[in-house]
């Protein structure tokens, strides 16, 4: 009787182990997917930051008057 509950056991162990390592398999697989891009997608990495409107470095405006 006790052979045969060892039996099972180890029998469950290794199916646990087997169904575990077939689950990683599966999302590993499916990770790959997600990170892989469709033809013609576009992704862009780096956007540069805005500038405002009162960060202008070209200098003050001058108005004169045109003399001929």
């Given at each position: 009787m006790r052979d045969l509950?060892?039996?099972?056991?180890?029998?469950?162990?290794?199916?646990?182990?087997?169904?575990?390592?077939?689950?990683?398999?599966?999302?590993s697989f499916n990770s790959r997917e997600e990170t892989q891009k469709k033809a013609g997608s576009v992704s862009v990495d780096y956007v540069p930051p805005k500038k405002n409107k009162g960060d202008n470095d070209e200098g003050e405006y001058v108005d004169y008057e045109e003399v001929k």
């Open positions: 509950f060892f039996t099972i056991l180890a029998i469950w162990i290794i199916y646990r182990i087997w169904n575990g390592i077939q689950a990683a398999n599966a999302r």
